[in-house]
């Protein structure tokens, strides 16, 4: 599962991420990039943790939400 995740990340950032920005431009707020930030805490917290650090990050993901660089926490 953790494998089928980081796939789905790393697709979404090659393949989809590019054509949203040149769409409609921005980019992320944070550092590193929320896919990035999804493959790094999938691979240090595994499939579940991963994905709930992951939902959070991305709830925060908004024009009044923060911005700056937000690291994968070394503990839950």
Same mark, same amino acid.
């Given at each position: 599962?953790? +494998? ?8 979404? +950032?090659?393949?989809?991420? @590019?054509?949203? +920005? !040149?769409?409609?431009? @921005? ?14 805490s999938?691979? +240090? ?7 709930? !650090? ?9 024009? !009044? ?10 503990? !839950?």
């Amino acid at each position: 599962m953790k +494998k089928v995740l980081i796939f789905v990340f790393s697709f979404y +950032k090659k393949a989809i991420s @590019g054509s949203i +920005k !040149l769409l409609f431009g @921005g980019g992320c707020r944070f550092s590193p990039t929320c896919s990035d930030y999804a493959k790094g805490s999938i691979e +240090k917290h595994g499939a579940f943790w991963g994905s709930v !650090l992951t939902i959070k990050r991305i709830s925060r993901c908004h024009p !009044l939400g923060g911005f700056g660089y937000d690291p994968v926490p070394d503990k !839950l």
